[in-house]
C-alpha cells in the first residue's frame, strides 16, 4: 500500500561513513604534515600529498553538503552536519595553507616548537577521527564523546603554549642575528600551525554542541 511512498522518500545517507572519510584524509595531511616539519622524506612529495588529501577531503565536503539537500531523513539537524563538515574541512584547509607557505618560502630549517606544534596537531586529529564513529550512538556514547573533545581542547591550548613560546625564541634570534626575513618567514610557518589547532578546536566545540544536544 505505502510502496510508492517509500519509492518517494530519499533513503538516509550514511553521514558517519563520510564523516569517517574526511577524518582519515585530513589525518593523513596531518601526518604528511608533521613529516615535512621534521624534515623526513622528500619535501616537494610531501607537500603534493598534503594538497592530494587536501582535495580529497574537498570532495568529501561537497558529497555530505549535496546529500544534506536531497536526504528526507537525516540523523541530527541539518545545521549540526553542515556545521561539522565545514569545521572539519577548515583543519584540512589550514594543514594546506601551512603546507603551501612551506612551499613558497622553501622553507626547511623548522624549530623544535614547530616539530612540538605538529605532533599535538597529530594527536588531537587522532581523537577526532577516535571520536567521529561514536556519533553513531550518541546517547550511548556522550561521556566519551565529551571525555573526547575536552583532550582535544587541552591540545589546542598546549599548541597555543607552544606557538607563544617560539614566537618569543624567534624574536630573540632576529634581535641577536639582524636577520628579519627570517623572522617574518619564522613567524608565517607558527601562525599557520597555530591556525590548524583553532580549526579542531572548533571540531571539538561542533561535536559537543551535538552530545549536548542528542545526548
Known sequence: ???????????????????????????AAAEALSKLVRGEGE?????AAIRDHEHDADDVTREVLTQVRQTFLTPFDRGAIIG????????????????????????KDFAPDMQEMAAHICRALHKIDEAL?????????????HDLTGEIVRAEGEVDIVHERGLKANFAAANANGN??????????FKHLEKVAD???????????????YA
Open 43 to 47: 619535501h616537494a612529495a610531501l607537500v
Open 133 to 145: 564513529p561514536l556519533l553513531r550512538d550518541v546517547p550511548r556514547n556522550g561521556s566519551k564523546l
Open 84 to 107: 561539522l563538515i565545514a569545521a572539519m574541512d577548515d583543519v584540512t584547509d589550514e594543514i594546506q595553507s601551512c603546507a603551501s607557505a612551506i612551499e613558497t618560502y622553501d622553507f
Open 199 to 213: 580549526a579542531f578546536e572548533d571540531v571539538a566545540n561542533q561535536i559537543d554542541g551535538i552530545v549536548i544536544d
Open 180 to 189: 628579519t626575513v627570517q623572522f617574518i618567514v619564522n613567524r608565517e610557518i
Open 1 to 27: 500500500m505505502f510502496d510508492w511512498f517509500r519509492r518517494l522518500v530519499p533513503k538516509s545517507a550514511d553521514f558517519f561513513i563520510l564523516f569517517e572519510r574526511h577524518s582519515a584524509s585530513t589525518v
